[in-house]
């Protein structure tokens, strides 16, 4: 079976759908959101609502928990704090019901699902450098682990010949494909739908193909111009809109 392996939406509607399109075209059969489905963007609960009515499986990012006000968002930078003050107030009874009950770490198959990293998974720590990646391995214990949070696309490896780390930042690696190889447990993760910050505005996330055992980074086209545009009507930052161009 072939899954798209989605996160931080960040709110961000046209990405959202674009993405969800393009895994339908891919033959993607189920959804795996990775968290992070609010804050930034000017569209949280269309957001929330489509994740819940696709998706198989969803766990909390730290901007579900600092819209529900489970995280003190005064340790976020001034415009993610004004986002998640913002968002809070637009999310309706259902909307906060269904982001409390979602678990921070799941599993799907072979594989555990997490918004921030394996280890400590309230602590929404980052997994940036090749040694960050090496020393979470311990800390989950299926083969493959698919995390989000970095916004930046990259896969860690370790195996009998050794540890490696691919990074997969950047508009030169879509459709870059990476098989599983026998006797290796991998971390992906699986970039930003809603907000990439690797310099390539394009949406991202992978799709997981169980059968072939591999998993491919999809970079996708959507209207950021029109993103962008809510997002200053809804009285945001305006950092928020003008990075979409640029993917910082």
Known sequence: MRYA?????????????????????????????????????????????????????????????GALGLLDVRWFNTAARAAALWTRDRLGADHQNFLSALPLATTHGEATCVHASPRRPEEWDYLLSAEDG??????????????????????????????????LAGPAFHDRRIPFHAGRRYIINVGSVGQPRDRDPRAAYVLWDEDERSVTLRRVTYDH???????????????LADRLAYGV
């Open 5 to 65: 392996v989605l996160s931080d939406v960040h709110g961000n509607l046209e990405a959202l759908s674009a993405v969800l399109a393009d895994a339908a075209s891919e033959g993607a059969l189920g959804i795996l959101c990775l968290g992070d489905a609010v804050g930034y963007g000017a569209d949280p609960a269309p957001c929330i609502e489509l994740l819940g009515e696709r998706s198989l499986l969803m766990v909390a990012g730290n901007h579900e928990h």
């Open 134 to 167: 090496f020393q979470a391995f311990g800390d989950f214990a299926t083969r493959l682990c698919f995390v989000g949070h970095s916004h930046r696309p990259g896969v860690w490896s370790l195996g009998s010949s050794g540890p490696a780390y691919e990074d």
């Open 225 to 239: 111009k029109a993103a962008a545009a809510k997002i200053l009507r809804a009285g945001l930052p305006r950092t």
